[in-house]
């Protein structure tokens, strides 16, 4: 079995707990506006590999990670896509080194072609783009149902989560859109953490190199002020349903 990555790197530090190993898998089938990697969406394009060329990639570094409490973090791209290889690559990692593992996914994919892959994960970064279904798909070209259904079956699994929101100023930052985000995490079992993480630019040469029209043109950076903005109303959000707390940053 093979799969088609986009890139790697082995000092990552924001993407789950500790020192890891980060995989970059090619394809998506979202096409968000903000997006920093638009050459990762062709599921034709990228690098053709096997398990064990990952895996000798991992070696060198395996005590680093095992050290920090860290592990491997398999992002895209869409992961799910691929979600045959990467349950095998997960599996082998469990049973070569027994490392920490995590998934980073937009969860645009039915439970059950991933029923393999959650097995062999360990946490889930769960990027919650919008809960407007029609502002959801205006912003990432594809309504949100099927994302939806994948954090439920997530919260009946009782998978843990860190749950994810990318602000971008006129567009993932209404008061009323912050706390329906809220209200559903509160909902879910397993969310050990909210991280709200703010709209870049750094991207944008990307998408002027694949002679595509960047669609966000224009749109600021938010300011740490609307960053501590977007956490209080969605912990208002989470509150209004239930009270335990929850770490929210």
Known sequence: MTGRIHSLETFGT???????????MQGCALRCRYCHNPDSWDTEAGRRVEVEDILAEIEPYVE????????????GGEPSLQAPFVAKLFAAIKERW???????????????????LLRHTDL?????????????????????????RFAEHLSTQGKAMWVRRVLVPGWT??????????????????????EVLPYHR???????????EYLLEGCPEPTDKEVERAIHLIEEGRRSVTEPPLHVQ
């Open 64 to 75: 680093f990670y095992r050290l920090s409490g860290g592990g491997i973090t398999v992002s």
């Open 124 to 148: 889930v970064l769960l990027d919650l783009k919008m809960m407007n279904r029609e502002a959801h798909q205006e912003l990432t070209t594809q309504p949100n149902d099927k994302i939806l």
């Open 14 to 24: 924001v993407d789950g707990p500790g020192i890891r190993f980060v995989l970059f």
């Open 98 to 116: 027994g490392l920490h593992t995590a998934l980073d996914s937009s969860g645009f994919c039915e439970p059950v072609h991933a029923e393999e």
């Open 202 to 212: 750094m991207g944008v040469y990307k998408w002027q190199e694949l002679g595509r």
């Open 173 to 194: 930052d209404s008061m009323e859109e912050l706390r329906e985000l809220g209200r559903f995490i509160g909902k879910l079992r397993g969310v050990e953490k909210v």
